[in-house]
């Protein structure tokens, strides 16, 4: 699954990108942790483990990953399809808060 979006990154140095791309990819797995199935908690660790912040690339490892994400059962707020749920809910404000971060604000 992929989540395309754009900022605006025009006269911005490409520190300044990586930064935001931490960033973003950070608030990702921070905000999706909530969402993730949890029995023993090796699927949410694998999302950390799995990601290489700044790469712009969310990588839960665990051989069940895929299937939880796609026909996981839910039980309360966890369950499947956590980060596109979390991004439906919460992707506007993390690119919010990453424009104002190239803004300098």
């Known amino acids: 699954m992929k ?3 754009k900022l605006d990154l025009k006269g911005v140095n ?5 930064s ?7 608030e990702v797995l921070r905000r999706s942790d909530p ?3 949890m029995k023993t908690g090796m699927l ?3 999302g950390i483990n799995g990601t290489s912040a700044g790469s ?13 994400y796609f026909r996981g059962k839910s039980s309360n707020q966890r369950g499947r399809l956590w ?18 971060i190239l803004n300098g604000e």
Not at 20 to 26: A, E, G, H, P
Not at 83 to 100: F, N, P, Y
């Open 3 to 5: 989540f395309n979006f």
């Open 14 to 18: 490409p520190q300044k990108i990586r």
């Open 20 to 26: 935001v791309q931490i960033y973003i990819d950070n």
């Open 35 to 37: 969402l993730v199935p």
């Open 44 to 46: 949410k660790k694998s």
């Open 56 to 68: 712009g690339v969310i990588r839960y490892s665990t051989p069940y990953a895929k299937m939880q």
């Open 83 to 100: 980060m596109r749920r979390m991004w439906t809910a919460e992707g506007k404000d993390i690119l919010r808060h990453a424009q104002e």
